[in-house]
């Protein structure tokens, strides 16, 4: 929900250079982390930064910042014998469907907050113009008919008093 820059945003603001560079220390530190013999070469990490930037461009820096982290703490699976680009883009779906589920989540309550505030700002609305009628001493029906005495211009006295004489002549 922060405001950390896309993938995308800082290939925009930055370039593509400098966005595979960032990815590609993320990959290196989680090689070097896997503990496995064979870790993965220069060319395979510039290849998956890539592929990554392509299929993965809408997530944030802080987004895959978490997911290297879950990665390393054994969330997504582990190597075995070498480190593999595919193991690290199938991990990355998975933290992907996660993500969009979390977000759904957040929205729906998001959207069921703000629809709880309105409709208790309806409830208050309604209860206004309930006490507003009450206090002179009118219906809905008469307050429509005679919207010419609720102009901000007569006092309540003036207001009641017209409306019973109006409620005389009918």
Same mark, same amino acid.
């Given at each position: 929900?922060?405001?950390?820059?896309?993938?995308?945003?800082?290939?925009?603001?930055?370039?593509?250079?400098?966005?595979?560079?960032?990815?590609?220390?993320?990959?290196?530190?989680?090689?070097?982390?896997?503990? =496995?013999?064979?870790?993965?070469?220069?060319?395979?990490?510039?290849?998956?930064?890539? =592929?990554?930037?392509?299929?993965?461009?809408?997530?944030? =820096?802080?987004?895959?910042?978490?997911?290297?982290?879950?990665?390393?703490?054994?969330?997504?699976?582990?190597?075995?014998?070498? =480190?593999?680009?595919?193991?690290?883009?199938?991990?990355?779906?998975?933290?992907?469907?996660? &993500?969009?589920?979390?977000?759904?989540?957040?929205?729906?309550?998001?959207?069921?907050?703000?629809?709880?505030?309105?409709?208790?700002?309806?409830?208050?609305?309604?209860?206004?113009?309930?006490?507003?009628?009450?206090?002179?001493?009118?219906?809905?029906?008469?307050?429509?008919?005679?919207?010419?005495?609720?102009?901000?211009?007569?006092?309540?006295?003036?207001?009641?008093?017209?409306?019973?004489? &109006?409620?005389?002549?009918?």
């Amino acid at each position: 929900m922060g405001k950390a820059p896309t993938l995308s945003v800082l290939n925009d603001a930055f370039g593509k250079n400098i966005t595979e560079t960032w990815l590609a220390i993320q990959i290196r530190n989680l090689s070097e982390f896997s503990g =496995v013999k064979d870790k993965i070469d220069t060319s395979q990490i510039d290849a998956l930064a890539k =592929v990554i930037i392509t299929t993965f461009k809408f997530l944030k =820096v802080t987004e895959l910042m978490h997911f290297f982290l879950l990665f390393k703490s054994g969330k997504y699976g582990k190597f075995y014998g070498s =480190v593999d680009g595919l193991v690290i883009t199938e991990a990355l779906q998975d933290f992907c469907r996660e &993500r969009n589920e979390k977000l759904y989540r957040f929205y729906e309550e998001e959207r069921k907050r703000k629809q709880e505030i309105e409709d208790e700002n309806n409830r208050q609305q309604v209860a206004k113009f309930r006490a507003f009628l009450k206090l002179h001493d009118c219906t809905v029906t008469e307050w429509l008919n005679n919207k010419d005495l609720f102009d901000g211009k007569h006092s309540v006295e003036e207001i009641k008093a017209e409306l019973s004489r &109006r409620r005389g002549n009918k």
